[in-house]
C-alpha cells in the first residue's frame, strides 16, 4: 500500500518540476532591459515610431529593438516569440490573435483614415466616389483593358492589404477567385507603404493608403487623393503585449510599460501634434475615452495596463 501511495504523488511532483522549469527558461529567455516590437510599416514610414523610441529610450532607459513589417507578418513574428510587443492596424486580425492566446492588453492609442489614391488624369473616373463603388469601377475598366488603368496592392497581408480586400467583399467581389491574377491591371508588389506608393507612382496607377505615409511621401509622388470618405477607410492602430503564457520569452513587463506609456495623456498629445507643423495636418488622431469605447471604435484606450 506504501508503495502505491507514492506513485501519485511523485507524479505531482514531476509535473510541478518541470512547470517551475518551463516558467524559469521563459523568464531567463527574456532580456532584460530590451523590448522588441513588431510594428505596421505604416507606423515606421511616417516617421513617428523613430520620434516614440527616441522618446521612451530617453525616459524609461530601454533598449527599444523595431522590426518594421505589415500587420499580418507582424502577427505572425509575435506567434514565434520573436517580439514582445505588436502594434498593427487590422481589427479583425488582431482579434483572432488574441483568440488565439497569443495577445494580451490590447490597447487602441490612435487612428486615421485609408485613402484611395491615383493619378490626376483618373483614368477610370473614380473621384469622390465611396470606396465600394470606386472598387467596382476600377475592375471594370481593368478588366476591359481601359488604357492606363492600374490597381497596385501591397499583396502582403498587411493591415492595409487585408481593408483592401474587405472593400472588395463589399463591392461584390471574391478576392482570390475575382481580383488576384484578373489580368495585367491588378499588381501585387509584396512590399510596404512607402514602396507601394513609389510603384503606383511609377505605374501612374491606383492603389489604398493610410493617409499618414501617403502624406509623408506627398512630395515625391504624383498622385492625389480621389477617395477619401466612406466607413470603410477607418484606420484604427492597437498595441497588443504578446502572451507569456502562450510564448516563452516574452519580456512583458516592459510591454506593460510601454503600453501604458503609449496611451498616456502626454504621449497622446504628442502623436496628436505629429505633422501638423509640417503637413498641415496630424498623421494620426489620437484616441480618449469614451470616444475609443463606441462605433466605429469600440477598444479600449485608457484603462492602464498595470495597476
Known amino acids: 500500500m506504501a508503495r502505491r501511495s507514492w506513485v501519485p504523488l511523485l507524479g505531482i511532483m514531476i509535473v510541478m518540476l518541470a512547470s517551475c522549469a518551463v516558467t524559469a527558461t521563459a523568464q531567463e529567455a527574456a532580456e532584460p532591459g530590451v523590448l522588441r516590437i513588431a510594428t505596421t510599416t505604416s507606423l515606421y514610414d511616417t516617421g513617428l515610431l523613430d ?10 532607459g530601454v533598449d527599444v529593438q ?5 500587420t499580418g507578418q507582424s502577427l505572425d513574428t509575435a506567434r514565434r516569440g520573436d517580439v514582445d510587443l505588436v502594434l498593427v492596424h487590422a481589427p479583425s486580425l488582431e482579434q483572432q490573435f488574441i483568440d488565439e492566446g497569443y495577445g494580451i492588453n490590447q490597447r487602441c492609442f490612435a487612428y486615421n483614415n485609408f485613402i484611395i489614391v491615383g493619378p490626376e488624369s483618373d483614368p477610370a473616373g473614380i473621384a469622390n466616389m465611396t470606396p ?5 469601377t476600377i475592375y471594370v475598366a481593368g478588366t476591359n483593358e481601359t488604357p492606363g488603368v492600374v490597381f497596385v496592392s501591397r499583396g502582403d497581408e ?15 467581389y471574391n478576392y482570390t477567385q475575382d481580383i488576384q491574377d484578373s489580368g495585367n491591371w491588378y499588381l501585387e508588389t509584396g512590399s510596404g507603404m512607402g514602396e507601394t506608393l513609389t510603384i503606383a507612382n511609377q505605374r501612374e496607377g491606383y492603389t489604398l493608403s493610410d493617409i499618414g505615409t501617403y502624406l509623408a511621401f506627398q512630395d515625391q509622388l504624383n498622385l492625389v487623393q480621389l477617395v477619401t470618405e466612406g466607413d470603410q477607410l477607418l484606420n484604427r492602430y492597437s498595441a497588443i503585449a504578446v502572451n507569456p503564457e502562450s510564448v516563452q520569452g516574452v519580456n512583458i513587463d516592459e510591454a506593460n510599460n510601454f503600453i501604458d ?4 495623456d502626454e504621449t497622446k498629445e504628442y502623436i ?7 503637413y498641415g495636418q496630424p498623421l494620426f488622431v489620437p484616441l480618449y475615452a469614451p470616444e475609443c469605447t463606441e ?3 469600440n477598444c479600449t484606450c485608457a484603462e492602464p495596463v498595470t495597476a
Open 132 to 136: 465600394e463603388e470606386a472598387f467596382r
Open 272 to 278: 496628436g501634434n505629429y505633422g501638423v507643423e509640417e
Open 51 to 60: 520620434e516614440l523610441e527616441l522618446m521612451y529610450e530617453n525616459t524609461s
Open 261 to 264: 506609456w503609449l496611451i498616456s
Open 66 to 70: 523595431i522590426t518594421a513589417q505589415g
Open 295 to 297: 462605433p466605429p471604435f
Open 158 to 172: 498587411s493591415g492595409t492589404h487585408t481593408r483592401e480586400q474587405q472593400i472588395w467583399e463589399a463591392a461584390g
